[in-house]
């Protein structure tokens, strides 16, 4: 049983990819990425894996994800912006994915993520933040 595990466990690492992406965020976002993970598999799109805490005292009806996807050179390929997730309590961590399935994504990438905008509970108003800047600054241009 002990070798079949092994095998089983061997089998699953090889077959999925794990990397960490980079992640970004405003000082004043509500909403704060604790961990992200992109995970490629053999055949399909790579998935972020994160997760999200509410750093407030106040909870979140909504919130999104940004994710930048940057060549190995540094240049940015790709924006892709994750359907809203919903409902965030106080001080609660949430976790989700978003699949990167906008443009091909080469292993030597660089992916950046993080909270682009947020709606309180019982608001109608919006936090938001441009995170490009602080992606491009997070994944430098190469000189050639």
């Known amino acids: 049983m002990t070798l079949l595990s092994a095998v089983l466990t061997a089998w699953l690492a ?3 990819a794990e990397r960490s992406a980079v992640v970004v965020q405003a000082p004043d ?3 704060r ?3 992200a993970s992109v995970l490629q598999g053999a055949d399909g ?6 997760s999200a805490t509410n750093v407030t005292d106040t909870g979140v009806d909504e919130f999104t994800v940004m994710a930048f996807v940057f060549d190995a050179n540094g240049g940015l390929k790709a924006r892709q912006t994750a359907p809203g ?3 965030l309590d106080a001080h609660g961590t949430k976790y989700s994915t978003l699949v990167l399935d906008g443009s091909p994504v ?3 990438y660089q992916i950046v993520i993080g909270v682009n905008q947020a709606q309180r509970v019982g608001s109608e108003t919006w936090w938001h933040t441009d995170l ?3 992606a491009e600054a997070a994944v430098p241009l190469k000189k050639p």
Not at 45 to 50: D, K, N, S
């Open 45 to 50: 799109p790579p998935i972020i894996l994160y």
């Open 14 to 16: 090889a077959a999925l």
């Open 132 to 134: 490009q800047p602080a």
């Open 29 to 31: 976002s509500p909403v």
């Open 85 to 87: 997730r919903r409902t």
């Open 106 to 108: 080469e292993s030597t």
């Open 33 to 35: 990425i604790d961990r």
